[in-house]
């Protein structure tokens, strides 16, 4: 079967800087995913790592550890607007076009 | 920015009624997929489609039913909505470019069941 974890909820500084974290168990792998999703709206795409190392996007950046198992997304530079579920999503299987979804990380930036 | 559509965004609907939610993309992918997200919760991969005439059950057990006659859409039936049937309901189409397999979401519906 398919365990993805991620943190409940995280609370970061207006300015600062949050890592979120996200490890996987899966058989097969084909690529992670983040999506961003602000309270009753759909997902929408953040980043896609299929090989190891870290991808940046502007003030977000995705990390992949494919032999840990382990992901993980940096906002830099936080704002109000960024407070939203996380979601870490794992396509796995070969031949697989299935995203398997955490529970995702809600992230609450103060002031 | 993807174009991929869903009516109605609400519904608030008896128990016993069969009702349809429709999702329609203008990318021309071939793979869609359906979604149940409750509250604060994961999303559940109910059904999905890799193309015209193909349709099948996700990982969540769902009382509800899917077509695909055409490649733009992708309707879910419940023939006998109940209480139970509470949930948001996200429709996603996805395609292949490069190395990259992106699910992109509609906007979503909410169902409520009274």
């Known amino acids: ?111 | 920015e993807a174009d991929i559509y869903q009516t109605p965004r609400y519904l608030v609907i008896g128990t016993g009624k069969k009702i349809t939610l429709e999702c329609s993309q203008t990318m021309g992918h071939d793979k869609m997929y359906w979604y149940q997200q409750d509250p604060g919760m994961e999303l559940h991969l109910i059904h999905y489609s890799y193309g015209v005439n193909s349709t099948e059950k996700g990982d969540l057990s769902s009382e509800s039913t899917v077509s695909r006659i055409r490649t733009e859409h992708f309707p879910l039936t419940l023939e006998s909505a109940r209480p139970s049937h509470t949930s948001q309901y996200l429709c996603a189409s996805s395609e292949y470019q490069g190395r990259q397999e992106t699910q992109y979401f509609g906007p979503g519906t909410r169902l409520l069941v009274l």
Request: glycine share 10%; proline share 3%; hydrophobic share 35%.
């Open chain 1, 1 to 111: 079967g398919q365990n993805i974890d991620q943190p409940t909820e995280m609370t970061a500084t207006e300015g600062a800087i949050v890592q979120i974290n996200c490890t996987y168990q899966t058989s097969g792998f084909n690529g992670l995913f983040w999506y961003q999703q602000h309270a009753g709206e759909a997902p929408t795409f953040l980043s896609y790592n299929v090989l190891d190392g870290l991808e940046e996007k502007g003030r977000f950046s995705s990390f992949l550890s494919r032999s840990k198992g382990y992901s993980y997304l940096l906002l830099k530079e936080l704002q109000m607007k960024d407070s939203a579920s996380y979601l870490c999503a794992v396509l796995a299987g070969a031949g697989s076009y299935q995203l398997t979804f955490g529970k995702g990380t809600k992230l609450s930036v103060i002031p």
